[in-house]
């Protein structure tokens, strides 16, 4: 059986691990305490109850006693996986590998566009977070990004047919951080920027990082540069998304993860580094100098560091 590949100190630590705590590393999911159960503040149907174990997500017709419970089914992961991601460990063994992801039932909902705004997001990105402004203005051009009517960031992934699948929601008050994915969001279909070589994927947790990258990549090489590279945001630290994105995109040979320098982040990379070395792709991790790329680049252009290296080969010309 599955359960014989884990000692019972691991078998205990996972099924025992405090959810709210591991949501907010694993997912950056907040709560707060309401009554005798605590409360998602990014998914107010996500409810944790009193001995922040079990829990109930009723929009999702979802519930379950522990954290092995939430990752199966919500993520779909394999039982195994499932306590490798609560633990931060490999098994002794090799297991099956993971159930095909289940996208949510229903069209995505996306927020309403806010029509010929873009103020908020523009400012947010370009001054809060250091994005370059023609990178963003190209993301908004390119349908990836737009502000909704409560001046929060959308960003959007597209399916092969052009067809909204996916979207996640930042807000921009720094006073009052906000971030969560839209209502039947597929998650093999994250933010994403097919470059014109896509034998290399730079791998990012949050959409910030990824736009982060790509200024960072022009200031290195030349405005516009970033269009040859290809990136993904896994938003989050699960592999769904790079998954389906291998899948779709055969001619991918080398991985490049930028996971955030954190000891979750590590653990990803780590593991993520040994699972697709074994399936013959060529893998780097690199690290920033702080706690994610958009702080890097936020320190440098205050002068607090000098300019960090954005861990990408030069990109190949047009042919």
Known sequence: MEYQKFSPEQLDRAKNADIIDFLRAYMDFEFKKRGRYYQCKQHSSLVIYSDRKGFVWNSQ???????????RKVEGKSFPDAIETIIGENAAVTYTPAPKYKAEVGQLVLPEKAEGKYNRVFAYLSQTRGISPDIISDFMNSKLLYQDT????????????????????????????????????????????????????????????????????????????????????????????????????????????????????????????????ARGYEVHAVFSKGKDINEDLINWKMGSQNKPSNGSQPPKPKR
């Open 150 to 277: 409560r001046g929060n960031c959308v960003f959007v992934g597209f399916d092969e047919q052009g067809t909204a699948k996916f979207a996640s929601i930042r807000g921009t008050l720094t006073e009052k951080k906000y971030r969560g994915d839209c209502k039947n969001s597929d998650k093999r279909y994250a933010f994403h920027q097919v470059g014109t070589d896509t034998s290399r994927l730079y791998i990012f947790e949050a959409p910030i990082d990824l736009m982060s990258h790509c200024t960072l990549t022009d200031l290195s090489y030349g405005k516009g540069t970033y269009k040859r590279q290809t990136r993904l945001a896994l938003c989050g630290s699960s592999d769904v998304a790079l998954e389906a994105f291998l899948e779709r995109h055969k001619d991918v040979k080398v991985l490049h993860f930028r996971l955030d320098n954190d000891e979750a982040g590590r653990a990803a990379a780590a593991k993520y580094t040994e699972k697709y070395q």
């Open 61 to 71: 017709n979802i519930s379950g006693g522990d954290t092995i419970d939430f990752l």
